[in-house]
Each structure stands twice: as C-alpha cells, then as structure tokens.
C-alpha cells in the first residue's frame, strides 16, 4: 500500500505517508480509516508526508478529488512535507477543496512541521 497511517498522540492529530504511486484501491483502505477518525475526534489536523512519491493514477486521482469535497471543513490544518517542487505546488492546488490552512514544508523543515500541526 502507497498510503499509511498513524494517531499522533491519542490526539486530533493524523500523519499520513505517501510513498510511490497512489491507485483507486488505496482510497478503499484510506477513506474508511479517515471517516472514523473524524467521527471519533471531530475536525482533524493532517500530517502528510511524501517520500519517493510519484503522484497518481486518474483513477486514484478522482478519488482523491471526491475524499476533498466530502470532508472539506473536517479538516482545520494540512502539513504537506515533500521532496520535489511540484509536491510544493499540490499544497496551492489543495487550497480550494478544504477549509483547512495549509503549508507545505521541505523534509528538512519536518520537526516544523510537526510542532506547527500540533501546534506546540
């Protein structure tokens, strides 16, 4: 699976890891596992972070799309922690789905990231 994910603390808090090429099928484990997590904490803050990803498939990418529209105010805070340019540019491109502040952060600003997403 491209996607992983952990409770950071018992918090309202969830990492996200991306790595490789997300297709349709990781949106089937992915949505379920965020749905209950915003019914058990209410709005959420979202850490995600991107190593040797690649992106997605349309497929996964309609997914992705459909996960925006459906939570668009669960959401009050998204970290984007990336390697590449165009990861930067997928945090401008997130702003119109979701209510949430987003930044992006390069991998060597992680621990900010962190302390901004948990807002220590």
């Not at 990803?53 to 799309?65: I, K, N, P, R």
Request: a neutral charge; glycine letters at 8%.
């Amino acid at each position: 699976m491209a996607v992983e994910l952990k409770d950071i603390d018992g918090g309202n808090v969830l990492e996200v890891q991306l790595t490789g090429r997300l297709v349709k099928e990781d949106y089937d484990a992915f949505v379920p596992a965020v749905e209950r997590f915003v019914k058990q904490r209410g709005r959420i803050r979202v850490l995600v972070e991107m190593y040797d990803f690649h992106g997605w498939t349309a497929g996964a990418l309609w997914e992705d799309t459909r996960f925006g529209v459906r939570h668009f105010s669960d959401i009050e805070r998204l970290a984007m922690v990336g390697e590449r340019k165009w990861q930067q540019g997928m945090a401008m491109f997130c702003r119109p789905f979701t209510t949430a502040t987003v930044r992006y952060f390069d991998h060597s600003q992680a621990d900010e990231a962190r302390a901004w997403i948990t807002g220590k």
